[in-house]
Nanobody, 124 residues
């Protein structure tokens, strides 16, 4: 069993940077694929970034590539999402998720563990 708690969401100005954290309890990072999803008003939940259990592979959505960085700290059992050059279109509720799928995947149905989310609002 895995429990995920996100934090760090807030309201920022366009162009600002922000780092989201996801505290993981119940399991270590071993053998899980970890991801950040987001859901903007009126849109489906989409995968923003994914990292495999070893940290050797990552995925970024085209819309955030070059601006966002996913990482995980095994010592602190925390998943991070560093966000730079934020845009109003990045406004969404951000969720961290864990999957036992074993490979990078952006399919939300393959993630069995979810946090409650943290709201990021980017004003222009």
């Amino acid at each position: 069993q895995v429990a995920l708690v996100e934090s760090g969401g807030t309201t920022v100005q366009a162009g600002d940077s922000l780092t989201l954290s996801c505290a993981v309890s119940g399991r270590t990072f071993s053998r899980y694929t970890w991801a950040w999803f987001r859901r903007a008003p009126g849109k489906d939940r989409e995968a923003v970034s994914v990292i495999n259990w070893s940290g050797s592979e990552t995925y970024y959505a085209t819309s955030v590539k070059g601006r966002f960085t996913i990482s995980r700290d095994k010592t602190n059992n925390t998943l991070y999402l560093q966000m730079e050059s934020l845009k109003p279109e990045d406004t969404a509720r951000y969720y961290c998720a864990a999957s036992l799928y074993g490979m990078l995947t952006t399919h939300r149905e393959r993630y069995g563990y979810w946090g409650q989310g943290t709201q990021v609002t980017v004003s222009s």
